[in-house]
Structure formats: C-alpha cells, structure tokens
C-alpha cells in the first residue's frame, strides 16, 4: 500500500474496512461505501499497479543479425528498470526471399514480430535500432518510418522519449564520433547519440563494450520514459 491508499483494518479476518485515508478519486469512495470485501479493493490495487507499467517498444530492423544483438541488449537494460516493460519488434522487410537468399541472410528472429505504424500508440518509449546504408538508415526503416504519416499529421506520437542506435560497416560508414565517450583503448561502435557496432565484412559481432554501451542506453531510456510517463505537454 502507498501512503496515498492505505487502509487500516480494525475487524478480525473476516474483513471490513473500517477506516480509510487515502487520497482517491470518487470513484474509489463509492467503491470502498459499498463494499464489505477486502479482496475486491486489493484487486483493484492489482489492477491500478498495472496500469502504472511504462511500455518501451525497442523496434529494430536487421538483415545479419548485428542490430538483432545490439537490440536485444538495449531490451535486456530497459527491463532493469522496475515497473519498465520492454518489447521487441521487427520492422516489415521490403526485400524477396530471392533476393534474401542471394545476399545469404540468415532467417528472421522467430520470436519477435513484426510491427505495424498504428501499434506504436501502445507504447510510452521507444529505442529503434538499424544498420546504415550508404550513411543513412536502411531503406526497411526509412519506409516503415514513411508509413506513420497519419501518426505525424496527427501528432499522435508528440511528447513520448525516442531514442536511436545502429550498426555500419567501417568507422565512415554514418557513425558520428563526438566528444563524451572516453573509452579510447579500442575500436568501438557507438557516440553520445546512441549506441552502435561496427560490422566490417560482416563477420565482426558487438563487442562487450558494445554490448554494454546498448545495455545502458535502455536502461536511461527506460528511465527518463517512466518518468515522463502521462505527464501532459505543456500548452
């Protein structure tokens, strides 16, 4: 019990409330007038508790797995956070099969799916994580970010914490260097936008570094999220 609901029994087990301070709105004293049951009050606690969880969607897209990793570990960070709710998805791929398999890669995580435009409503926060193409994102995200627009022109989205992180090929590859990160004894993806990998030929994975750059980062989302949550922007 919270200070703002907090009961205090004075029956025996057979259980009345008798006494109540709290700080509910009416809706809650009708309820507690008219009920004997303690039971039902403490599973509209249940039900309030639930209700307070923060949703941060970490929406990825990824052809050999490096993001797939990376997003995984950005999950694993969030869901430290008490009361934080991490899920992963996939964005919808545009390439063939044939072309797939052409490119030899590796199938699609089975047990993350796919994500469409509107069910980014469910969400409170978000990390997206993708490889760079030509130093800009792949064109699996650019087209899944294309398909918001009604999101956009309503802003529907407005207010709720974003965060980015990616992988490229090679230090030039659209993988910013900036001042605020001193770990300089070696290579490593990743600057103070986000957190990031560097796939070479493809064969380079994430790093413990790395890894530990992607844990942090959502974990400080998860955080800022939660505590932004449901707090009204300002006129």
């Not at 006494?19 to 039900?47: A, E, R």
């Not at 590796?106 to 047990?111: L, N, S």
Request: charged letters at 20%; one cysteine or more; a negative charge.
């Amino acid at each position: 019990m919270t200070q703002e609901h907090t009961c205090f029994i004075t029956q025996k087990p057979s259980l009345s409330v008798s006494h109540v301070t709290l700080k509910p709105d009416n809706f809650v004293l009708s309820f507690l007038q008219h009920t004997q049951d303690i039971s039902s009050w403490f599973k509209y606690q249940s039900s309030i508790a639930a209700m307070a969880v923060t949703k941060l969607y970490v929406v990825y897209y990824s052809l050999y797995r490096h993001v797939e990793i990376m997003a995984r570990e950005v999950q694993r960070g969030a869901n430290s956070v008490q009361d934080v709710e991490a899920t992963l998805w996939q964005v919808p791929e545009t390439l063939s099969d044939t072309i797939l398999q052409k490119m030899k890669a590796p199938a699609k995580a089975a047990d993350v799916p796919e994500i469409r435009p509107e069910q980014l409503l469910e969400a409170d926060g978000f990390l997206f994580g993708f490889p760079s193409r030509f130093g800009v994102m792949a064109a699996q995200f650019k087209a899944f970010f294309d398909a918001t627009n009604d999101l956009w022109e309503h802003q529907a989205l407005a207010g709720k914490p974003a965060g980015i992180f990616w992988s490229t090929g090679f230090h030039g590859g659209g993988q910013e260097l900036t001042a605020g990160m001193f770990e300089m004894n070696e290579v490593k993806g990743g600057s103070s936008y986000g957190a990031g990998t560097y796939a070479a030929d493809g064969s380079r994975e994430p790093t413990e570094l790395e890894l530990q750059q992607a844990f942090y980062q959502g974990k400080y989302v998860a955080e800022i999220t939660k505590k932004l949550e449901n707090k009204p922007l300002a006129s």
